[in-house]
C-alpha cells in the first residue's frame, strides 16, 4: 500500500490538518484535550499599556525591576518569580542581572495584551500588589527563568551571588 502524498509532504499534511480542524470547528465541535474532554476557553487578555523603566517619584506605568512594575497607579509584585535586585545588588553579577531582567521584563510587557491574575495572596507585606502576569495563558515570569533572570519564587530571596 502506498502511503497518500499528502502525508509525505509536511506542507501539505499541516494544510490538511488546518483544513480538517477549521470543519470541525465551525461545525460547533470543541477542542479536546489529550483526555477527550472539552478544552475551556481562554480568556482574551485585555490589559495593555505602554511600559519604561521607574524613574523618579510621579510612578504610574513602568518597570521597577524584574519582578515589580506598577500599571496604572498600582504597584505590582510578580507572585511567582523572584528577580535579582536592582536598587541594591549584592554583587556586580546580581547587578549586571537585574539590569537585564528589568528591561527584558519591560519588553514582555510591552509585547501585547496580557492579563493579571490574583493569587492566594491579594498583598505582600510591603502592600505590593501580588499578581501571576500572563499572556496566552502563560507566565511571563517562566520566560524570564527560562531565560536565567528569575527563579521561582520559593516564599525568600534567592541568591544571586552564589558560585
Partial sequence: MQTPSVFRQPAAFAAALFAVLAL????GAAPTQA????????????????????????????VVD?????????????????APELSH????????LAVAATQRLT???????????SGVRETDRYGRALRVVLRSGRSL????????????WQGRRGDWCAV
Fill in 66 to 82: 524584574g519582578d515589580t512594575f506598577w500599571y496604572r497607579g498600582l504597584k505590582i509584585r510578580i507572585a511567582d518569580i523572584n
Fill in 89 to 96: 545588588p549584592s554583587c556586580a553579577l546580581e547587578a549586571r
Fill in 107 to 117: 519588553d514582555l510587557l510591552n509585547a501585547g495584551p496580557f492579563t493579571l491574575e
Fill in 24 to 27: 470541525g470547528l465551525a461545525a
Fill in 141 to 152: 515570569g517562566t520566560v524570564l527563568e527560562a531565560e536565567g533572570l528569575a527563579e521561582h
Fill in 35 to 62: 483526555s477527550g474532554t472539552p478544552r475551556l476557553a481562554q480568556a482574551a487578555d485585555r490589559e495593555a499599556a505602554s511600559f519604561t523603566q521607574c524613574a523618579g517619584p510621579a510612578r504610574v506605568t513602568c
